[in-house]
């Protein structure tokens, strides 16, 4: 498979009319829902991946195509073979090198350019840790630093994501912070945790809870501790308790019943 109407193609060929029901229930496609109107074609993710392999070398270019196809699955496709790519070019032996970030700040633009087509939230979360996420923590490229230090430029393309208007670009903002907690720093999930505090969406609520475990897990236990102290009373429930999930019996009624 050397094009996206190859893949596209070939995907079609394996639609599965009852695993498509399955999942567009599962992925709230009804009016009014968060999925409203996305399109399956009954793949399992396994199949998908199957996929992915066979297309990893796949233009670039050709990865757009993908990406605007009205199947759930097939922008899945596009959006773990841009993860692929990336991970290739953020080896420790790459990372400094300048070829290297220039192809990583391309993906990291054709993401966000795309950003949208990232509907629903299984596509966001297989794709934002590993390419947004993983970017914050590497070298970037002149051309993406503008007049701004690294760091400034980072926290603009995040803050853009974060007070957008687009529920699947706010989740970007906090989901992507899986990947700078696991690699050690926890400022990024404490910044957007705080920022979508008061988010109205259940999902959210979810993402942001399910970060600050992470962070904690993985950073300090203090730092989630000192989080919680400063804002359990404006927390929503549904946040908090996936925020304690591993903390003990004890402890986590504790923090409930604050």
Known sequence: MVTAKEIISYMESLRNEEQRRVLMRFFKTEPGDYGEGDEFL??????????????KDLPLREIPVLLMSKWHEVRLCGLLILVAKFEKLATKRLMNDVEAINMRDEILTMYLQFAERANNW??????????LGHWLMLPIGVSLLSTQRGENRKRQVLDELAFSD??????????STWKTS?????????????????????LMHKAVGWM????????????????????????????????????????RKEWMEK
């Not at 009954?42 to 996929?51: A, I, N």
């Not at 299984?122 to 390419?131: E, G, H, M, Q």
């Not at 687009?166 to 989901?175: D, E, F, G, P, T």
């Open 42 to 55: 009954g793949l399992k993710v396994p199949q998908t991946r199957e996929v992915v392999k066979a297309a």
């Open 122 to 131: 299984d596509l966001v979360d297989l794709s934002a840790p590993k390419i």
């Open 166 to 175: 687009n529920l699947w670009k706010q989740r970007m903002s906090i989901v």
């Open 182 to 202: 696991q690699m050690g720093d926890p400022s990024w999930c404490l910044r957007y945790a705080e920022i979508h505090l008061h988010h109205p969406h259940d």
């Open 212 to 251: 600050l475990r992470e962070m904690g897990k993985r950073c300090s236990m203090d730092l989630l501790r000192g989080f919680l102290r400063q804002h359990v009373h404006e927390m929503p429930r549904t946040m908090l308790r996936y925020a304690i999930e591993k903390m003990s019996e004890k402890e």
